[in-house]
T-cell receptor
């Protein structure tokens, strides 16, 4: 069974810092991996989707990488802003199901 | 293009009542997924549907829960005879091809 782990569970950084969020998964046989952000009491917003054949995807200040063989993905956020404060979730799709990690709660301090 | 819509956003039911949660996918999306998020826990897959078909319901409790996605109209997640442990946020996601998912705002169910 696929298990997805996200480290750290919580992170607090001053505004302007670059930061890395980690996601690891136990079964490397996946179709894709998707990063989301979730604001308190809200739904999930898709940030980046990486197909299994890809190594990375970029959108604005965000860059996600995928190393399928080692079961790892990272989300890099450049020049963090207070508006980036949220919970960040990764999800992997080995079949029909998507498996989610429990998230990293990010606080960016002005 | 409107996003995934869910209603109601908040639902309060007494123990033993039925809860019906609705999800309208994004235009052009024929894949629908339901997830449950219990307090202090991660999102757990419940069921995956395409129009008129249940593709994978391996995450759905065997009793009291059912889901459908009819040819016309929204997808429905139905919980019969609700219990306190059903209190959670229920999220629906849709996808065009089964790849990238787009989530709705969720329905927060409270069972009193």
């Amino acid at each position: 069974k696929q298990e997805v782990t996200q480290i750290p569970a919580a992170l607090s950084v001053p505004e302007g810092e670059n930061l890395v969020l980690n996601c690891s998964f136990t079964d490397s046989a996946i179709y894709n991996l998707q990063w989301f952000r979730q604001d308190p009491g809200k739904g999930l917003t898709s940030l980046l989707l990486i197909q299994s054949s890809q190594r990375e995807q970029t959108s604005g200040r965000l860059n996600a990488s995928l190393d399928k063989s080692s079961g790892r993905s990272t989300l890099y956020i450049a020049a963090s802003q207070p508006g980036d404060s949220a919970t960040y979730l990764c999800a992997v799709r080995p079949g029909n199901q998507f498996y989610f990690g429990t998230g990293t709660s990010l606080t960016v301090i002005p | 293009n409107a996003g995934v819509m869910q209603n109601p956003r908040h639902l309060v039911r007494r123990r033993g009542q039925e809860a019906r949660l609705r999800c309208s996918p994004m235009k052009g999306h024929s894949h629908v997924y339901w997830y449950r998020q219990l307090p202090e826990e991660g999102l757990k897959f419940m069921v995956y549907l395409q129009k008129e078909n249940i593709i994978d319901e391996s995450g759905m409790p065997k009793e009291r829960f059912s889901a459908e996605f009819p040819k016309e109209g929204p997808s429905i997640l139905r919980i019969q005879q609700v219990v306190r442990g059903d209190s959670a946020a229920y999220f629906c996601a849709s996808s065009r091809s089964g790849d990238e998912q787009y989530f709705g705002p969720g329905t927060r169910l409270t069972v009193t």
